[in-house]
């Protein structure tokens, strides 16, 4: 009787096998990473309802939802998104914010993606400014709203009433107003197209805060007397 | 005093040598050996992600302990009458329900100890390995407090799970009706605060609300893992009414639970 049993479970194991083998090896041609990083999350209700969902564990939600974007659009080339994925970019990076509106690398990859990217600077200033209203001890949310205002938008007045650099060395403030100011007087520079580049590479590295957010003002002082000057030629190395 | 003592360790015991704790604790160890990676993954502010993981599992863990371990080993006590090997002594029914609370409780003050350091501990690491990369305000005293307030949440949850436990005819439904309570206290006050602000704050749902929101601990006011992230401060006067307000809480479901327990046909 035990044998029996014995001989017909190993019996059932090695019809299942092949057939556990051939499933397998579907799904994992179905889910390639390329095809996983086209599916661009879906999230169909209003923001409230995520926030009320996610209960006790919205910050980790939040995390999550950065994570996911960022292993989407790092994962394929942004400008290959149409605009309906990049609505469902924007609703992610809005319920991230609602989830929670301090994170720095949500609002970093807003200003990234949602900017340059999207091409949709009215959206990110949107969403940059419920973080503003949070995270009020960081010069980065106001520099990002007056950029963008400047940049995109051509609208230097709402830029520089934006550009409170709170918490940041005065020679900072000084050295961005500066880079606004020089930028608008070199008439010519910006038609040149290798001279657009470097600005505009400059302006990233300035924007993405990556040398500014740790406080140093060195290289946004030489990345604006280099970009003024027409000094260096490649800032791929800093952007 | 001395028997509600008894109880309390005999249940502290009990629980402490239950495997489905010694299987949560290594949950936990997993999930903060997981910090590393999962926080390593982001290009800023690692020390919140390392407190984001840290707290949740700290959260899910004290979850499962009251649902599973806590409710179980009450319903176990009456199940198969237990109850009355305690009963039998000269013991007041309310002492029996007071020592419990404090066994658990207890028990629920170690696991958040032993969860809270193992957090802290992937914290610090994180924080001292990319110093950068740190919330610029983070602070131990209030990682410590938002702790501290996570463990009052957790008295209240306690305190609603052994009234259930006691009323209910069974585990299942006394698990059912905690989890409510956790999963109402946690929205009740969002919803309220949403309906406010978009709709009409004098409708009757945002009414009914009000009215649950009385009976239903407010458990929201107790998650302070984002001040804990960030380092945000937290006001005196808030803190102070939170924990009177937890203590108040739970000294009147406790009353409830004894009066109703002392009622209570066994058979």
């Given at each position: 009787m035990k044998t029996k049993q014995t001989l017909t479970f190993v019996v059932v194991l090695l019809l299942l096998l092949p057939g556990y083998i051939v499933a397998v090896n579907m799904l994992h041609q179905e889910r390639t990473p390329e095809q996983q990083e086209r599916d661009i999350r879906n999230f169909p209700f209003h923001q409230d309802f995520y926030y009320v969902a996610a209960g006790e564990f919205a910050g980790l939600i939040a995390d999550f939802l950065y994570l996911d974007v960022a292993a989407t659009l790092g994962g394929r080339r942004a400008a290959l998104l149409d605009e309906d994925e990049w609505d469902k970019i924007e609703k992610i990076f809005t319920i991230a914010v609602h989830l929670d509106p301090y994170f720095e690398p949500t609002f970093r990859a807003i200003q990234a993606y949602l900017t340059w990217s999207a091409k949709r600077p009215l959206r990110a200033i949107a969403l940059l400014e419920k973080v503003n209203e949070k995270r009020t001890w960081h010069w980065m949310p106001p520099f990002y709203i007056g950029f963008n205002h400047y940049f995109f938008l051509k609208d230097n007045w709402k830029a520089s009433h934006n550009c409170h650099l709170r918490g940041t060395p005065g020679r900072c403030i000084r050295q961005c107003s500066h880079w606004y100011q020089s930028l608008t007087e070199i008439d010519g520079y910006n038609r040149k197209p290798a001279g657009k580049t470097h600005v505009q590479t400059a302006y990233r590295s300035i924007a993405g805060g990556i040398y500014p957010g740790r406080g140093h003002c060195k290289v946004p002082r030489r990345l604006w007397r280099e970009s003024t000057f027409f000094v260096g030629s490649d800032y791929n190395g800093v952007s | 005093m001395r028997?509600?003592?008894?109880?309390?360790?005999?249940?502290?015991?009990?629980?402490?040598?239950?495997?489905?704790?010694?299987?949560?604790?290594?949950?936990?160890?997993?999930?903060?050996?997981?910090?590393?990676?999962?926080?390593?993954?982001?290009?800023?502010?690692?020390?919140?992600?390392?407190?984001?993981?840290?707290?949740?599992?700290?959260?899910?863990?004290?979850?499962?302990?009251?649902?599973?371990?806590?409710?179980?080993?009450?319903?176990?006590?009456?199940?198969?009458?237990?109850?009355?090997?305690?009963?039998?002594?000269?013991?007041?029914?309310?002492?029996?329900?007071?020592?419990?609370?404090?066994?658990?409780?207890?028990?629920?003050?170690?696991?958040?100890?032993?969860?809270?350091?193992?957090?802290?501990?992937?914290?610090?690491?994180?924080?001292?390995?990319?110093?950068?990369?740190?919330?610029?305000?983070?602070?131990?005293?209030?990682?410590?407090?938002?702790?501290?307030?996570?463990?009052?949440?957790?008295?209240?949850?306690?305190?609603?799970?052994?009234?259930?436990?006691?009323?209910?005819?069974?585990?299942?439904?006394?698990?059912?009706?905690?989890?409510?309570?956790?999963?109402?206290?946690?929205y009740v006050e969002r919803v309220i605060h949403l309906l406010t602000i978009s709709g009409n704050p004098e409708s009757p749902v945002v009414q009914f609300l009000h009215a649950v929101s009385w009976v239903i601990p407010n458990l929201a006011a107790f998650n302070l893992k984002q001040h804990a992230a960030y380092g945000l401060t937290i006001e005196p006067p808030m803190a102070t009414a939170t924990l009177l307000y937890g203590g108040i809480y739970i000294a009147i479901v406790l009353t409830t639970t004894a009066f109703l327990f002392s009622r209570k046909e066994l058979s």
């Open positions: - | 028997n509600i003592a008894l109880i309390a360790r005999i249940t502290f015991q009990e629980a402490w040598r239950n495997r489905i704790l010694l299987s949560i604790l290594l949950f936990a160890a997993g999930i903060f050996a997981l910090n590393f990676i999962l926080a390593d993954s982001f290009n800023y502010e690692l020390s919140k992600v390392a407190v984001d993981v840290s707290m949740s599992a700290i959260s899910i863990c004290t979850l499962l302990i009251i649902i599973i371990l806590c409710i179980n080993q009450l319903g176990r006590d009456i199940d198969r009458r237990i109850v009355f090997l305690f009963l039998a002594r000269p013991l007041a029914r309310h002492e029996y329900i007071i020592g419990k609370f404090i066994g658990f409780a207890s028990l629920l003050f170690l696991t958040e100890l032993i969860l809270g350091g193992g957090g802290a501990l992937s914290v610090w690491v994180i924080s001292y390995l990319k110093p950068a990369y740190t919330v610029v305000h983070f602070s131990w005293t209030i990682f410590a407090m938002a702790l501290l307030f996570h463990f009052v949440g957790c008295l209240l949850l306690l305190a609603a799970a052994i009234l259930f436990a006691i009323l209910s005819t069974s585990t299942l439904l006394a698990v059912l009706c905690t989890m409510g309570v956790y999963f109402a206290g946690h």
